[in-house]
């Protein structure tokens, strides 16, 4: 059982930082891509952030130069730097790892693997 956990939201300043970490732990994994999304009462989930393992990165147009997203492979760790942080940061924010397991004799195909997501609250 693939478990994802994240860690490090709370209550943060408009203009201050916050960061995110996620870990994926259980079975052997080959990580695809992890990815940040956010949701806002009432709004759809966003892609925030995501890092495939070559690490290649993509961001939401509104956290660009804000936000960065980095990968520690050995850890199946991903972190998300949240800077100049804004009201409209204020989120659900939930960690998905797209991976493939190892099930002692084959790779099964890979999937998404969601966190329970972490409360980020941006005051003004």
């Known amino acids: 059982q693939v478990q994802v956990v994240e860690s490090g939201g709370g209550l943060g300043q408009a203009g201050g930082s916050l960061r995110l970490s996620c870990t994926a732990s259980?079975?052997?994994?080959?990580?695809?891509?992890m990815i940040w999304y956010r949701q806002a009462p009432g709004k759809q989930r966003d892609l925030v952030a995501s890092?495939?393992?070559?690490?290649?990165?993509d961001y939401l147009d509104d956290v660009k130069g804000r936000f960065a997203i980095s990968m520690d492979n050995a850890k199946n760790t991903v972190n998300l730097q949240m800077n100049s942080l804004k009201s409209e940061d204020t989120a659900v924010y939930y960690c998905?790892?797209?991976?493939?397991?190892?099930?002692?004799?084959?790779?099964?195909?890979?999937?998404?693997?969601w966190g329970q997501g972490t409360q980020v609250t941006v005051s003004s």
């Open positions: 259980g079975p052997p994994l080959s990580i695809y891509n």
């Open positions: 998905d790892v797209v991976a493939a397991v190892w099930t002692g004799d084959r790779w099964l195909e890979p999937r998404d693997h």
């Open positions: 890092i495939n393992r070559e690490g290649g990165t």
